[in-house]
């Protein structure tokens, strides 16, 4: 099965559908010109193809989701403000988590700092 995503005007998605595989075929090949051709004919739009495992455009396309056309990858919401972008698209805090041995930490943006999650 592939897997297809719908994108708005700002490239964002709005929604992942299957598409069995024989709708992709173009004389025996896979084709992804097939499946976008199929799914703007079922429901118009701005279709891009995306891979459940991550094959493709770096990862599995999400609702919400950015396709980035300029590198050619799915790019997913940036967890806090003061998050950044890194080369490989993802998002990277400030400040790089610690890791202590029995210790689980969240990031806390009022402080742009990671805290000790607790204990229950």
């Given at each position: ?9 700002s ?14 075929l ?22 891009i ?15 919400g ?7 050619d ?6 967890p ?15 400040t790089?988590m610690p890791i ?6 969240i ?12 204990n229950?």
């Amino acid at each position: 099965m592939a897997h297809f995503a719908q994108l708005d005007e700002s490239n964002v998605v709005t929604q992942v559908i299957v598409v069995h595989n024989n709708e992709l075929l173009d004389d025996g090949v896979e084709s992804e010109a097939k499946g976008i051709a199929f799914c703007q004919s079922l429901f118009g739009g701005n279709w891009i193809q995306t891979s459940y495992n991550g094959n493709i455009r770096k990862q599995y396309a999400g609702i919400g989701y950015t396709y980035d056309s300029v590198n050619d990858v799915f790019i997913s919401f940036k967890p806090f403000p003061s998050w950044i972008l890194d080369e490989n698209f993802d998002w990277q805090a400030p400040t790089p988590m610690p890791i202590e041995e029995g210790k689980f930490f969240i990031w806390d943006e009022p402080s742009l700092s990671w805290v000790e999650a607790p204990n229950e």
